[in-house]
């Protein structure tokens, strides 16, 4: 197999080439891309930032104390990257995320950011040879979540070299205004409280939902507080085999789900979710899918009806691109998952901006005693700036108040 080096030049990026058939350097078929100066540094910072769900009461949970919709979440982690080039500029990504944050943690410091020092800051030249070197580790997980946020640092500092809000790069005709729709936490299934916080989200100005519950009478209650003329959406986390699955749609069908998430066990098993698709339509999933490839894969076979990657899991900026583009081509719609409180969710609301402007952002919603960023909270509807790159600015002094652990890697 050929060995490969990127090497800067004034012309672009070109790989030199050990091939035993051809002595000269061949040169990248994208020889004309310009390269980004070196990583020089790689910054990791795990923050967790408290925040209150408005819970009036606590009681059992049809989720499992690992989902980040639970009642044993009072914090929100987010585990970002601070990439520094040679010419000092400063890029920011983030990984997925909560619980196996010191998982992700542990595949940037010894594998993904030592990989990427040295190299341009440039997402394209960069991607192609971190998507092989890891593939042998997983296409989804700690490792693919690390390269995730790498890639995301790159776009931001490619945006900036270019002087243009990422969406601007991405699409010179986008649009700043992006529109959002309130992720709730899990309530239990209890009627009346789930009533009560669609009410509350309705109170700031939101005008569709997401549940991430499971049942006929607490999904029926938030249509009814919700409107006939609300979306509302649910997420029930894997909840059930086919059978239950199809018994659940069934029931569910009078009140009228734009989508229903991931609805059977494992997430990417696709032949049982076309199945269900393709009785029922209304099926999500993505968040959990096995790359870019995995998502296609689901989105070919009729598994879905809408497709949700997430931009901290799915490999970045790179892989949502990619995974777009097979949505327009397949006439699958994309809504990309988003439970982040950093630079992902600035990473996601530029996504939406600048390739899926009738597509809504999710919002978690959540009252947070202090905000890390200008973003951070924002909805129903959120307008951004002309900052170059993704225009994540973190509180220095609200990242300092909530740090759990920094590391720098040069």
């Given amino acids: 197999m050929p060995l490969r080096t990127w090497t800067a030049s004034q012309g672009g990026i070109t790989v030199e080439t050990t091939d035993p058939d051809r002595e000269e350097p061949v040169m990248d078929q994208r020889a004309d891309h310009p390269a980004g100066p070196a990583v020089t540094q790689v910054e990791l910072l795990r923050a967790a930032m408290p925040f209150s769900a408005g819970r009036r009461v606590r009681g059992e949970e049809t989720v499992d104390e690992y989902n980040a919709s639970s009642q044993s979440f009072t914090r929100m982690e987010a585990l970002m990257v601070r990439v520094t080039d040679a010419s000092g500029a400063v890029g920011w990504g983030e990984a997925f995320g909560h619980r196996v944050n010191p998982a992700t943690w542990a595949a940037l410091e010894h594998l993904v950011a030592p990989f990427v020092l040295g190299r341009p800051a440039d997402p394209e030249a960069v991607r192609p040879d971190s998507e092989y070197a890891f593939h042998a580790f997983g296409r989804t997980g700690p490792v693919h979540y690390a390269v995730s946020a790498l890639d995301t640092a790159l776009w931001d500092l490619a945006a900036q070299r270019a002087g243009a809000p990422l969406r601007r790069l991405l699409n010179p005709q986008a649009g700043d205004v992006v529109d959002c729709y309130a992720s709730l936490v899990h309530y239990g299934e209890d009627p009346t409280e789930v009533a009560h916080h669609v009410a509350r989200a309705q109170q700031a100005g939101y005008r569709a939902f997401k549940l991430h519950e499971s049942t006929p009478e607490a999904v029926g209650a938030a249509r009814e507080q919700a409107g006939a003329e609300a979306v509302l959406m649910t997420d029930v986390n894997c909840r059930w085999d086919e059978a239950g699955a199809d018994a659940a749609l069934r029931a569910l069908a009078p009140y009228e789900l734009r989508w229903l998430e991931e609805p059977v066990f494992p997430p ?133 108040d909530h740090l759990l652990a920094s590391t720098v890697i040069a």
Avoid at 292 to 306: I, L, S, T, W
Avoid at 334 to 346: I, K
Avoid at 383 to 394: H, N, R, V, W, Y
């Fill in 268 to 400: 990417d098993d696709a032949a049982t979710m076309a199945r269900l698709n393709g009785r029922h339509g209304r099926v999500s999933a993505g968040e959990n899918a096995s790359g870019v490839a995995g998502m296609v894969e689901q989105m070919r076979a009729g598994a879905v009806e809408v497709a949700q990657p997430s931009v901290g899991k799915i490999g970045g900026i790179s892989g949502m691109r990619e995974v777009i583009a097979a949505g327009a081509e397949l006439g699958v719609d994309v809504v990309p998952h988003n439970f982040y409180c950093g630079p992902a969710l600035n990473a996601t609301a530029q996504l939406l901006a600048g390739l899926l402007p009738d597509a809504q952002l999710e919002v978690p919603f959540l009252q947070w005693p202090q905000r890390l960023h200008a973003l951070h909270g924002a909805g129903p509807s959120i307008t951004l700036d002309e900052t170059p790159g993704l225009g994540f600015a973190p509180d220095e002094q609200v990242l300092q």
